[in-house]
């Protein structure tokens, strides 16, 4: 008899995810089986569920911040086995054969498979995942501590590269969720000073940042002490790519970390000229993921997270939406 497995099931764009029995997955060729322990909650499962991004799997299983135990091997695995302690990110598996593939640009290539939107991910029980894109977990950190590293963290560090900052410059953040809060331990390690915008009115996010350590937070809408060097827009709004290029310094980067992001708004050029530039961010390679997850120790990382049984994880989407935490949230399985 199949085994089956409890999973929280998105079946069409818009949904609210509904608990369900489904078959418990067989690894194929490659492909290890985790049994899930924890999952971060991400942006991007909220912008997957209300079909901001188009043409998931349905019915989908969201999650791709997935730390576990392998479970089980498919055929020809040999880079883990059974009772390893493994985590699985975005980045499902690439095609190792297109233009970008082949140019040492995994993350943007023509055929890829992402978790939790054209694959299933964590919010459930048990998943598979190529054996090539599973990453040992890293010492030092629980389980639900180190879920939001995988996306947040990750995607995060890809950002903070594009920054290219040195110590002693001025890193804006806007935006101050999961990502924000990993990414300015990263930076003041590197001694960057870190500036942080919320939401206007949010003051719980502002004392977040200033708790972390950051040298300024203040509404989305103001003017830093400083100008900035760099800055990283985490929150989905285009806006805020116009607002970063008035508070930043000649030859500035604005990096946009986020997968999906509203209309930018016509600004007048002088706001770009000077060597500004715009740079967006997509998705991660695996030696964004294998540096990261060697780097988060040693300053170390700690990130704060908000627990949910895997049952509410259509309450802990809501919550990101309206941003009624601080942090990242994690389901338990
Ligand atoms: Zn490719
Ligand atoms: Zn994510």
């Known amino acids: 008899m ?12 818009g949904a609210t995810l509904e608990e369900r029995k489904v078959l418990r997955p067989e690894p194929g060729t490659g492909q290890v089986r985790i049994k899930v322990s924890a999952c971060g909650v991400c ?21 791709h911040e997935i730390v576990g135990t392998v479970d089980a091997l498919g055929a020809d695995v040999s880079l883990h086995k059974p009772g390893d302690r493994v985590c699985v990110p975005w980045l499902g598996s690439t095609c190792n054969n297109c233009f970008y593939c082949l140019s040492n640009r995994e993350n943007l290539c023509e ?24 990453f040992k977990a ?16 990750l995607i995060g560090w890809r950002s903070f590269k594009f920054a290219d900052l040195k110590a002693g410059q001025n890193l804006g953040i806007y935006g101050f969720g999961a990502a924000a809060h990993i990414i300015t331990q990263v930076a003041l390690y590197k001694q960057i000073k870190v500036f942080a915008f919320t939401r206007p009115g949010d003051l719980a996010a502002r004392e977040f940042a200033l708790g972390l350590g950051a040298a300024f937070a203040g509404g989305s809408d103001e003017e830093p002490p400083e100008k900035l060097d760099a800055a990283i827009i985490f929150a989905p709004v285009g806006d805020l790519v116009v607002q970063a290029l008035k508070c930043s310094r000649r030859g500035a980067v604005i990096v946009c970390g986020g997968i ?17 530039r715009i740079q967006s961010v997509a ?20 990130t704060s997270t908000i ?10 989407l809501d919550d990101l939406s309206h941003g009624r935490f601080s942090g990242a949230a994690v389901l338990l399985i």
């Open 2 to 13: 199949k085994r089956s497995m409890r999973a929280m099931v998105l079946t069409a764009p």
């Open 43 to 63: 942006r991007t499962d909220l912008h997957v569920r209300d079909g901001d991004l188009e043409n998931a799997k349905l019915p989908l299983i969201l999650g």
């Open 111 to 134: 055929h890829p498979l992402f978790t939790g939107y054209t694959v299933d991910g964590g919010f459930a029980e048990y998943t598979v995942a190529d054996q090539n894109y599973v």
């Open 138 to 153: 890293p010492e030092g950190y629980s389980d639900v501590e180190l879920a939001p590293l995988l996306c947040a963290g």
């Open 260 to 276: 999906h992001m509203s209309d930018i708004p016509a600004f007048p050029y002088h706001l770009l000229w000077n060597e500004r």
């Open 283 to 302: 998705n991660l390679t695996r030696e964004d993921a294998e540096e990261f997850l060697a780097l988060a120790p040693v300053i170390p990382v700690k």
């Open 307 to 316: 627990e949910y049984p895997l049952i509410r994880a259509a309450e802990a």
